[in-house]
């Protein structure tokens, strides 16, 4: 009996331990803060940075997501809509002369923090830093690259024309030109940021204009609302019992959103955060990252297909860099950095296309367009979370090297996930990759695909290569966006 007592005690003081240590933030999904985000990276990267003597970085292809924003408009009205039938459920536990000793002090009389406002899904002060620090990190890692004098053919920033990504834009710029000119004491110098109109930007916000996309995550999303359901459920039933309130399911997933808007835009974790038991919250992560790989990442193939765009342009920056490299092109003539901003539906799609957070096996599945497992359920470890896959400020950085000393190939890719070194499944699990090998196994067997075929074919026919038309493919995206929301709910991950 005494030795079952002191199993007991250890238990618990374990579980003790592990909850002190536990810190919510890292484990928000795509709502995580990129410092929580790199802190996570810092300590479980896999790859390191193993580049050869000789070797010199000649361009970098950036695509990065927006710095950390505040709730849009409809989860502002999600959240209006709880601390409304919190009133209730206060109000009914009161006529019922039930005891409220169990409720937290803070859901009585409790309202939204963004209760009133009209605009939502700004940058905050937050994600300016966020972006401001990157571009300053960046140009001092490559501080070869960025030596010159900015032109923006040299150092071209682009943006989709959503105010959050633009605006990462021009906090990024500040960073990265800082004290490079003579405008204020800081010595700001003004910069270009380019953006496509959202009708025609397939780079950036591919996702926009592609019908089959669209149809696809309609039909998914109340299955993937199906899989969730459990989670809510049986968490529901333990707020209930710890509580004394009658929550609903939606209740639960509303509370869910509170804290994570709380965690990361106010650095509140004790209030709806503190509803929830770590191992609450780990199922509860665990559902919004399947979420994301079955409607954004590999839990289907015209998920991450539709950005080969992205992927070509970024390739084809690589070989301009090689060209000017060969040919000694002189300084200020060609482009050396390609930087973007734009969104998690950005993000997640190009890191499937890179084959990044893949094991064994996978990569090749994903080569034959045969779907995946779903990540495993906690406490098994998984490979796809949110929060390091497309944090706030979430990036992927393509460095092309020159490597003249190297007898097999000149010139080498590394990608950098998130600032960090990541192995790449289809290089041999290495992050440091041959251009040509990256070309032929990672690349290639997307480029088989157009953006066309992908989002306007019919996907019951055989996929069929029509010549581009600009003017039908523009004239289509108006059409689509014309009778969709996208403009004023995407990215609410």
């Known amino acids: 009996m005494f030795a079952i007592l002191k199993l007991l005690l250890l238990s618990i003081s374990s579980q003790f331990n592990a909850d002190q240590g536990f810190d919510v933030r890292r484990h928000l999904c795509t ?34 997501r927006h710095g950390t924003r505040s709730p849009n408009k409809k989860r502002m009205r999600e959240l ?11 109000r009914e536990a009161e006529e019922q002369n039930l005891s409220l000793e169990k409720v937290p002090s803070w859901l009585r009389g409790w309202k939204s923090p963004w209760r009133g406002k009209l605009k939502g899904g700004e940058l905050i002060s937050k994600g300016e830093e966020e972006l401001y620090s990157l571009g ?12 010159e004098e900015y032109h923006p053919d040299v150092y071209p920033i682009k943006a989709t024309q959503i105010p959050r990504a633009s ?25 270009t940021v380019t953006s496509e109109i ?48 009658k929550f609903t399911r939606q209740d639960t997933a509303t509370l869910w959103v509170l804290c994570k808007q709380e965690a990361s835009v106010l650095d509140i974790t004790d209030r709806a955060c503190g509803l929830f038991s770590p191992s609450e919250v780990a199922l509860l992560e665990w559902a919004d990252d399947l979420e994301l790989f ?30 000017a490299n060969e040919e000694k ?31 064994g096996s996978e990569f090749q599945k994903i080569q034959r367009e045969e779907p995946l497992e779903l990540p495993p359920k906690p406490p098994q470890s998984r490979n796809w979370r949110g929060s390091t896959v497309a944090p706030f ?36 699990g290495s992050d440091f990759c041959p251009f040509e090998e990256f070309k032929e196994k990672i690349v290639a067997p997307h480029l088989k695909h157009d953006y066309d075929s992908v989002c306007t074919a019919k996907l019951e026919e055989p996929e069929q290569k029509p010549a581009s038309n600009k003017l039908s493919q523009l004239f289509r995206c108006l059409l689509s966006l014309q009778n969709d929301d996208t403009q004023s709910t995407g990215d609410e991950l």
């Open 294 to 323: 079955i409607l954004k990442g590999y839990g289907n193939s015209i998920n991450y297909r539709m950005g080969v765009p992205l992927l070509e342009d970024v390739v084809q920056s690589m070989e301009q860099a090689i060209k």
């Open 198 to 245: 959202p009708a025609s930007d397939i780079i950036l916000r591919f996702h926009d204009c592609c019908g089959n996309y669209k149809d696809f995550k309609k039909k998914q999303e109340p299955a993937v609302d199906k899989l969730k359901e459990p989670v809510l459920d049986e968490i529901t039933t333990a707020l209930v019992r710890r509580y004394g309130l």
């Open 329 to 359: 092109h002189p300084p200020g003539s060609y482009e050396k950095a390609r930087l973007r901003f734009a969104h998690a539906e950005t993000v997640v799609p190009f890191t499937c296309l890179l084959g990044l957070f893949l094991e």
């Open 167 to 191: 605006a990462s834009a021009v906090a990024f710029g500040m960073g990265f030109l800082s004290e490079k000119g003579g405008l204020g004491p800081a010595q700001h110098r003004s910069f």
């Open 393 to 428: 400020a979430g990036n992927n950085m393509l460095v092309l090297h020159s490597c003249p000393e190297n007898c097999e190939s000149k010139y080498f890719v590394q990608v950098l996930h998130n600032e960090q070194p990541i192995p790449m499944t289809g290089c041999n």
């Open 136 to 147: 300053i990190r960046i140009r001092e890692r490559f501080s070869e690259l960025f030596d």
């Open 80 to 90: 209006d809509k709880l601390a409304s039938h919190l009133g209730e459920l206060i």
């Open 31 to 64: 709502v995580t803060r990129y410092d929580v985000a790199k802190d996570i990276a810092n300590t479980s990267a896999a790859a390191a940075n193993n580049i050869p003597n000789g070797c010199t970085p000649i361009h970098v292809n950036l695509v990065a």
